[in-house]
């Protein structure tokens, strides 16, 4: 069993904020993949699904990002889970819009959801690091990410989104390369091939042939002097 749990703030008011991306990853997993509709508990909404073979738990914290590890430390105390079972897909300031990246354990950066979590269960947990670029100072940090996505962002947004749930059944199987794999063709797909050749190069005339000369050098010096 796995436990994904998206981190955001609940409410209308945060529900476009660039905070809120995590739960965006786990709302697009569950429209996708067929799971339960939502319920109120640990705190939090959870819903409850299959992936990869692999029964999975979708849980969004309600507690405010700030102590979002009580929702999670409930959640995998009750199913009786082990850090290492645990998925949190997040915001990160230090990867550029539209990156993604699977961590396991490590420390939270400044995070405050993860530094809860941390308080919660530990480090020894994974994380889907979901870019969202830097505002450039750090006193602007917290009014960023309280803020809505822009219209510009959209669709790479969208894209890292349904990538996420592309993905998602191999990170039920704890194949991070995989679901890496299935992000990156939704955020930067293989460009279509158009179905023409690559011009060839003319090929070079064929070099003469030689041929080889029988004159004796008195014959040689004889017709030398006829020309």
């Known amino acids: 069993m796995r436990l994904f749990v998206g981190l955001g703030n609940p409410g209308g008011k945060y529900a476009g904020n660039r905070h809120n991306i995590g739960f965006m990853a ?7 993949h067929g799971f339960a509709p939502w319920r109120s508990k640990f705190q939090g909404k959870v819903s409850e699904g299959v ?14 990002m700030n102590l979002s590890g ?10 009786k889970l082990e850090p290492a079972d645990v998925v949190v897909f997040h ?6 819009p539209g990156k993604v990246r699977v961590k396991s354990g490590g420390g ?10 941390h308080q919660h269960i530990g480090a020894e947990y994974d994380r889907v690091r979901m870019g969202i670029g830097h505002p450039g100072h750090k006193d602007r940090v917290a009014g960023y ?32 390369g995989k679901f890496s794999n299935a992000v990156a063709l939704r955020v930067a797909p293989p460009r279509p091939s158009t179905g023409k050749k690559a011009p060839t190069k003319p090929k070079a005339p064929p070099a003469p042939e030689k041929t080889t000369d029988t004159r004796s050098p008195f014959e040689r010096l004889r017709d030398k002097f006829k020309s």
């Open 108 to 117: 939270h950066a400044g995070h405050n959801g993860l530094r809860s979590i």
């Open 91 to 96: 915001d990160e300031l230090d990867l550029a």
């Open 26 to 32: 786990v709302e697009r997993i569950a429209e996708d």
């Open 51 to 64: 992936l990869g073979g692999e029964k999975v738990i979708l849980l969004k914290p309600e507690t405010f």
């Open 145 to 176: 990410v309280l803020s809505d996505f822009a219209k510009a962002d959209q669709n790479w947004l969208d894209d890292v989104i349904r990538g996420c749930s592309d993905g998602a059944p191999e990170l039920a199987r704890r194949d991070g």
């Open 70 to 79: 009580q929702s999670v430390g409930e959640a995998m105390r009750f199913y």
